[in-house]
């Protein structure tokens, strides 16, 4: 017996009442219904119409999150009791050319304090590539700013 009542919709449009798309229903996880927002749609398909592909950031950079002792964060004026301690540093890639190093500390991009490593994510969409962002970090006991320019993530 199948209970679901949106068997077969994947795919159709969600509207208001006022006939104006919304978004596209599809499947979602345990059998539920997920609308992709129009404005994710359509964005999609303008970068696919002028790349032929969806384009996604790139840094470089593997990020495990880290606590700030109080007394080191406020000796440096950081606003947020965490961090993203750089672990590794791809070859050739975007953070390795702007000079990020092992053992940097993020703790801001573009002025915001980051909470976890998916603070990167809004920095690394399609329409970043090829812009710069700024990251504050801490290096060796102390606040630095740091542009880096994000390259594009290259299918394997």
Known sequence: LDLNPFVGFAGGPIVN???EVLGIATSGPRRSVVT??????????NQILQRGRV???Y????VQPVAFPDAARQSLGIGSDRGLLV???ASGSPAESAGLLLGDIIVAIEGSPVHGARSLQPSLDSESVGKSITLEMVRGGRLLKLAV???EKQES
């Open 17 to 19: 009442a006022l006939g």
């Open 36 to 45: 992709i927002p129009f404005s994710t749609v359509e964005s999609v398909v």
């Open 55 to 57: 384009a996604r950031g």
């Open 59 to 62: 840094l470089g950079i593997g």
């Open 87 to 89: 672990v590794t540093v």
């Open 149 to 151: 320019t994000v390259g």
